[in-house]
């Protein structure tokens, strides 16, 4: 049932006053919303975007692709970084394992991440800690830093 008035109309839609509601205690809303005051808060996004933190563009930065052993599972361009994530593109479309590591090329850092999308070999991931997922010896460490190196089958 619809609410009319007596000529059998709908009422005009009447603008409620509004009040941004940052800051305000539960109470406080509660007692806002009973005399019809509609409540508001703002929300800054940027554009289609979910990420917390900014990114920076990352053109022809080379990155390996580690399992969570710290073997090397393939080669990707680093393609954005920011604080607490990195987009990747591998080198071959590989199944990665729920944390892995990314070996950075030009810093020599390993970070251990975790997969948030996939569109086909474009990654997106998150940075839980910046060390590997097993620590390096140095004599592999020195490999990942070689122009080139060995792979175990």
């Not at 800054?44 to 900014?54: D, Q, Y």
């Not at 251990?112 to 999308?117: A, E, G, I, L, N």
């Not at 086909?120 to 990942?144: M, N, S, W, Y």
Request: glycine share 10%; aromatic share 6%.
């Amino acid at each position: 049932m619809t609410d009319t008035n007596e000529r059998g109309r709908r009422p005009e839609a009447r603008e409620l006053p509004a009040r941004r509601a940052d800051g305000l205690s539960a109470e406080a809303a509660a007692s806002w919303l009973r005399r019809g005051v509609a409540l508001y808060r703002e929300i800054p996004t940027r554009a289609g975007e979910a990420r917390l933190f900014p990114r920076a563009r990352k053109r022809l930065y080379s990155a390996k692709v580690l399992d969570g052993e710290s073997a090397f599972l393939c080669e990707a361009a680093l393609l954005d970084a920011s604080p607490g994530g990195l987009r990747l593109r591998l080198a071959r479309n590989v199944g990665l394992p729920p944390r892995f590591g990314v070996f950075d090329d030009q810093t020599g850092e390993v970070c251990t991440v975790s997969q948030v999308w996939r569109r086909g070999q474009t990654i997106g991931v998150r940075i839980h800690d910046r060390e590997p997922p097993r620590p390096l010896r140095p004599v592999e460490k020195a490999a990942l830093l070689g122009r080139f190196y060995g792979v175990r089958d």
